[in-house]
């Protein structure tokens, strides 16, 4: 199975969600007539896409707060997408190391984004992962926002 074909998958879905407003279902069957992909795949791609769809909020707050002299309405959503697809599996997905969530947006980013795209994901990701001490954040497990600092 490959992953990184999974994630590019979620990423344009999420996209597709995001900023079309597409439907999930409708998103994910334009997304595989362009690009058929094994089941393994494709359910791997479903799971991340319900997963950040679910946890947009949260982690949108996390990039907010960690996104120094940059609001979420300045920030390309190609970008905002990304980071929200790498948040999600570094604070939510303990079977992904922290390394290759960063390394595979970042990857996404050099294709879909803009040539600085790339660093500013980097910057923001490897400071939260130094920053990271759990699986997720604290807060949420009581209902609450994270606190982007302590996650």
């Known amino acids: 199975m490959s992953r990184r074909r999974a994630r590019e998958l979620a990423f344009r879905i999420l996209f597709q969600m995001d900023v079309g407003g ?8 334009r997304s595989l007539a362009e690009a058929p992909l094994p089941v393994e795949e494709v359910e791997f791609a479903r799971d991340l896409v319900q997963g950040v769809w679910e946890k947009r909020r949260s982690l949108d ?25 790498a948040l999600y599996e570094m604070y939510y997905r303990d079977d992904i190391p922290v390394g290759v969530s960063i390394n595979e947006v970042v990857e996404l980013a050099k294709r879909y984004s803009t040539s600085e ?10 400071n939260l992962a130094r920053r990271k001490t759990g ?17």
């Open 22 to 29: 597409t439907d999930p279902e409708l998103a994910f069957d």
């Open 61 to 85: 707050a996390i990039i907010q707060e960690s996104a120094v002299d940059w609001s979420l309405e300045r920030m390309a959503r190609v970008d905002i997408n990304l980071l929200r697809l």
């Open 117 to 126: 795209s790339g660093k500013f994901i980097n910057g923001i990701l490897g």
């Open 135 to 151: 699986s997720r954040p604290d807060s949420e497990r009581e209902g609450k926002e994270p606190d982007p600092v302590t996650g």
